[in-house]
Structure formats: structure tokens, C-alpha cells
């Protein structure tokens, strides 16, 4: 088995189907690859579409989609091990060009894994257009970072003994788990990770504002997780914290400009995206009894 395909979800009853069909559909062969669909403790009908189709699945209690992919992990045969999610419609050569850029990694050691490109899905309404023109989920911008590379878990692919050797995503955080697990990967394997622009997966941003806020805010939580798990490496101080409000009110001001089209939406949007990630981080990050658990 070349490589296990987990998904973890939780309630993706309206989402789920279209994902496993795509999946179903790869252009590699079917003795290739194997999908394996973790239900995180779903109370609506996840189970039962899931069944339908020869894919396997696994149910466990409701613990946060980190654990449920290192469920899906424990789970693989593959060699490779490759992510996407409930609310994802991997295009039909998504499997066979990860692994093309995987292959075709030059010197004798072995890649660590490979990204692709990650593109809106049918967004139609303001706030899932933002995410689009902003490049929310933009993996070959985040894998240029100079410090702390990842990848969103919606498209991505690492290899099956270093995930198990590094001990999986780390379960106590609620998002942000893909960069900390990449920065330990890192730590210790030298394979070269490659970006798949044609390795494309169609996602369905959130529809609304308000849905969009509720992520960002959980981001904001996952950033401020991250910062405490590497707090050696993530400075932090009170004028560094003066700057990140004065950023918030500074896009808020942006936001209030009048304008049309494209334009006034992205500043409206990056107002939403920072207040809501601020608020999160600010109520993680100066939680007592969060602070004690990393």
C-alpha cells in the first residue's frame, strides 16, 4: 500500500459524501491507496453516509480533529500518509501528483512529505470569497515562512514512520496542531518537503461572517497554544502586545473606509480575521490554567 488517505470529521453529514467520492475516484489505482474516515464522535448521520462506500471507518469518542487523525494514522498501512478533510473535494489527480512530487525528491534521502494547493469551492457569499482573494489557505506562502513552515491538514502529505516517530499532532491544541507537528517533523528528519501546485484540493469556506469569526477565533486559540508550546522560540512581550491591538484598530479604521468591490472587502475581512484572532489569543494566552498545561 503506497499511501493511507485519512479524514477525520466530526457532524459532516452535508460535506462528507462529496469528499469520499472524490476520493474514491483518483486517478491511482485503486491497490494503491486505501481511505481511512475517522468519526470524531459525530451525533448526525456522518456514519451512516460513510458506510455506504468501500472506504474504512473508524469511530471514536468526540476528541478535537488532532486525535482523530492520529487515530486515522495508528490505522494506515501506507507508507505515505495523506490528510484532507470532510468539507474537501480533492480533484481526481490530487493522490498521483503528491506522490509524483514526493518521487521525484533528488539525493538518497527520502522526502518527508509534500503540500498542494488548496482553491474555494462554490464561494458565493462575502465572507468565502475573502478567504479566497486573501490567500487564507495559501500553503506555498505559509511553507515560505522563515521560522515556522506548515501546511494546511487539508491537503498534505508526510511520511508514515516519521508521523509515528514524532508522536503524532499534539492533541491538546484546538488549531494550529499542523504547524507545530510540521516544526517537529523538521526536527528531526532531513527529507525535503515539496509543494504540489498541481496537487489541488476544493474546499467550502466558511459561508458567513459569523461562521468565519467563530474559526478565526479558534485560531486565535491555537495560535496562542503554539506561542506557549514554543514560548523559547516565539517572543513575546508587552510592546509586542501594544502592536498586535494597534494592528487590530488599525485595520478597523481601514475597514470603516467606503469603497466597492474586491478592495473593501479585503479590508473588511482582514478587520474580522484580526479581531476574532485577537480575542482568541488574548483569552488563551493570558489563561492561568492554559499556561500550566503546556
Request: net charge positive; with cysteine.
Amino acid at each position: 500500500m503506497n499511501v493511507s488517505v485519512v479524514v477525520p470529521v466530526y457532524n459532516g453529514s452535508a460535506t462528507i459524501e462529496a469528499c469520499v467520492r472524490a476520493l474514491l475516484e483518483q486517478s491511482l489505482s485503486k491497490k494503491c491507496y486505501e481511505i481511512v474516515v475517522v468519526d470524531d464522535g459525530s451525533t448526525d448521520a456522518t456514519a451512516e453516509i460513510v458506510q455506504r462506500y468501500p472506504v474504512r471507518l473508524l469511530r471514536r469518542p468526540n476528541g478535537g480533529a488532532p486525535a482523530a487523525r492520529n487515530t486515522g494514522v495508528a490505522a494506515a498501512t501506507g507508507t505515505w500518509v495523506a490528510f484532507t478533510d470532510a468539507d474537501c473535494v480533492p480533484s481526481r489527480t490530487w493522490l498521483a501528483r503528491l506522490l509524483d512530487a514526493v518521487e521525484r525528491t533528488p539525493g538518497d534521502v527520502p522526502a518527508l512529505g509534500a503540500a498542494g494547493r488548496m482553491i474555494g469551492f462554490d464561494s458565493t457569499t462575502a465572507a468565502a470569497r475573502f478567504v479566497d482573494i486573501s490567500g487564507g489557505l495559501d500553503a506555498e506562502r505559509y511553507l515560505a515562512h522563515p521560522t515556522f513552515p506548515f501546511a494546511p491538514s487539508g491537503n498534505l502529505m508526510y511520511r508514515r514512520d516519521v508521523l509515528v516517530a514524532s508522536g503524532g499532532y499534539d492533541e491538546r491544541y484546538a488549531t494550529y496542531d499542523a504547524c507545530d507537528l510540521h516544526t517537529r517533523l523538521c526536527a528531526i528528519d532531513r527529507g525535503d518537503f515539496q509543494f504540489a501546485k498541481a496537487a489541488v484540493v476544493l474546499h467550502r469556506q466558511r459561508a458567513t461572517w459569523r461562521q468565519y469569526w467563530k474559526q478565526q477565533y479558534y485560531y486565535g486559540v491555537g495560535y496562542a497554544q503554539f506561542m506557549l508550546r514554543w514560548r523559547d522560540r516565539v517572543r513575546w512581550d508587552p510592546l509586542r502586545e501594544i502592536a498586535a491591538f494597534a494592528g487590530v484598530v488599525r485595520d478597523g479604521l481601514a475597514a470603516l473606509l467606503p469603497g466597492k468591490g474586491d478592495e473593501a472587502l479585503r479590508r473588511r475581512g482582514a478587520f474580522v480575521r484580526a479581531a476574532a484572532q485577537h480575542a482568541g489569543r488574548i483569552v488563551t494566552y493570558y489563561d492561568p490554567t492554559e499556561r500550566r498545561r503546556w
